[in-house]
């Protein structure tokens, strides 16, 4: 059980080039999220999808596009990369969002600098 | 709004102590807590949760929280440390409306338990 797979874990680009990362997950969660890891700031949500063919906005969405065209799958774009989106990305998800559930699931993170 | 505050950026204690890791939480309704924890180069782990029920939640490696209505805290404790409970504990507030379901995080906190 792979759980939740994200890929790829490095990568380096050039300001101005774009590049997708793939999130996937094999637990059948409706849930899926894509959060942003920077020093002293914690974890920033950035987008979500509570389920597929949807998305939504988290604090800091803006120079990121997502798309859940596939329940297990969780795209985020970077259609133009600045300076300041160098941070580690972390996926994750749930099953429900509920009292009785709610824990979240990570992957193993993706750390992007851009050059 | 609801957030999460983690005050310590750095928490030392030696092995076979007790331990704390501080957060306080503002939320409008019921609050639903969780500790994460990450491990270096690693993406976070879920140890526990507060939904509702006793104020003395039991999670993974010995951990425990006590949530605290009236100072708003919800605690991380372990009453004997290990050097490999060393990490980065982040707590988290579930942020649900009637359009959003979102999980909130600490800035985090860094336990380093010293031999």
């Known amino acids: 059980n792979a759980g939740v797979t994200q890929t790829p874990k490095f990568r380096v680009l050039k300001t101005g080039q774009s590049m997708t990362l793939l999130c996937a997950q094999d637990?059948?969660?409706?849930?899926m999220y894509w959060y942003r890891q920077d020093p002293g700031m914690g974890l920033r949500l950035i987008h979500y999808?509570?389920?597929?063919?949807?998305?939504a906005k988290g604090e800091v969405p803006d120079g990121y596009n997502v798309s859940r065209l596939k329940k297990q799958n969780f795209l985020l774009g970077l259609e133009s990369a600045a300076p300041s989106q160098t941070s580690v990305y972390f996926c994750?998800?749930?099953?429900?969002?509920?009292?009785?559930?709610?824990?979240?699931?990570f992957g193993e993170g993706s750390r992007l600098t851009v050059l | 709004a609801q957030s999460v505050a983690q005050p310590e950026d750095q928490v030392n204690v030696a092995e076979g102590n007790p331990l704390t890791v501080k957060c306080t939480y503002s939320?409008?309704?019921?609050?639903?807590l969780f500790w994460y924890v990450q491990y270096p180069n690693r993406g976070l782990q879920f140890l526990l949760k507060?939904?509702?029920?006793?104020?003395l939640v039991k999670g993974s490696y010995g951990f425990e929280a006590e949530f605290n209505k009236s100072q708003t805290s919800f605690h991380l404790k372990k009453p004997s440390a290990l050097v490999s409970d060393s990490a980065l504990y982040f707590c988290?507030?579930?942020?649900?409306?009637?359009?959003?379901?979102?999980?909130?995080f600490g800035t985090g906190t860094r336990l380093q338990v010293f031999p």
């Open positions: 994750a998800s749930s099953l429900t969002a509920g009292p009785r559930g709610g824990e979240l699931f």
């Open positions: 637990m059948n969660h409706e849930y």
């Open positions: 999808s509570v389920g597929e063919g949807t998305t």
């Open positions: 939320v409008s309704g019921n609050p639903y």
């Open positions: 507060y939904i509702t029920g006793d104020n």
């Open positions: 988290a507030v579930r942020r649900i409306s009637y359009n959003t379901d979102k999980l909130i």
